[in-house]
């Protein structure tokens, strides 16, 4: 979870780079995501390291507390000040469309309430597994909000537009059924096939927009990739996939094979093993 963080954090630092890059990082405010982006992921591979090679706890504690805090606070700065780009001037359902996109920085707060989590909750529990769900699940909604509001845009002029559309809202659905039900180990399968289904979306998506650059006008490469279609966005599909598989695999000892498991309510339920053996778990 530690590395997934922080590969997510560096490979921010390219997809602020091409974004801000529209504007030449016109104001100076532009430039806080991208030192972030590139600091963070270097003090907390040093961190992990400190842990992993020497058994350093406290400062892999101490230090992913403050990267996971400023990172929040970067996400939510970022949300507030894209949505000054033009929403908070005409407060309409047009100027938010067409604002920038005043959901994407969000993936700093994700990212900084994961490495928040990961420091507060004991791993492997069902707890654990949960939150991280959950997180998943946070993120694809926001995928579902930031394709709405970015086909919506040219008017969903392609229908293949509506792919991702749809398809974020169909993993939210099946992503919040283990966060507010007792689910077995073939709901679980059954998540797996839907995620690899995201996944091809997400591959999709990015084939889809790399062919409708490379069409488009302008010097070179990158100021098609700037100008046009936002290569990276369909990437965030098959990432938040791996979070939730993450999540999901981390369940699966909670679970049973068949009838019934573990309450994250905390009830008291019976099950039988595959072999006739009865027990009670909380």
């Known amino acids: 979870m530690e590395l997934f963080a922080t590969v997510n954090l560096a490979i921010l630092a390219a997809d602020i780079f091409i974004a801000h890059s529209v504007n030449h990082f016109q104001k100076a405010a532009e430039y806080i995501p991208l030192y972030f982006s590139i600091g963070a992921p270097l003090v907390l591979a040093c961190v992990i390291a400190l842990r992993w090679i020497w058994g350093f706890e406290a400062p892999w504690r101490d230090v992913g ?10 996400g939510l700065g970022g949300v507030l000040y894209h949505l000054e780009s033009r929403f908070f001037l ?49 993120g694809f909604f926001g995928n579902f909000v930031l394709s709405l509001t970015d086909h919506a845009s040219n008017g969903f002029f392609a229908r293949t537009e509506w792919i991702p559309v749809i398809s974020s809202a169909f993993a939210t ?31 999709l998506g990015f084939w889809f927009h790399m062919r409708a650059n490379l069409v488009e006008p302008g010097h070179n490469v990158f100021d098609k990739l700037v100008n046009g279609a936002p290569p990276m966005a369909p990437l965030l599909f098959p990432n938040l996939v791996g979070l939730a598989l993450i999540g999901l695999w981390a369940l699966i000892p909670h679970v049973l094979e068949s009838g019934t498991a573990r309450s994250w309510l905390g009830a008291t339920y019976d099950w039988v093993h595959p072999a006739g053996e009865s027990e009670t778990g909380e």
């Not at 659905?173 to 979306?201: E, K, S, Y």
């Open 90 to 138: 005409d407060r309409t359902l047009k100027s938010l469309t067409y604002a920038a996109p005043f959901a994407a920085p969000l993936a700093y707060s994700g990212l900084g309430f994961l490495l928040l989590m990961n420091r507060m909750v004991a791993a492997r529990s069902m707890e654990w597994a949960r939150w991280v769900i959950l997180l998943a699940l946070g």
């Open 173 to 203: 659905g099946f992503l919040i059924i283990p966060l507010i039900l007792t689910v077995t180990r073939r709901f679980l399968d059954l998540c797996l096939v839907v995620m690899m289904g995201q996944a091809f979306v997400g591959v």
């Open 65 to 74: 507390y403050a990267v996971g805090w400023l990172s929040v606070l970067v």
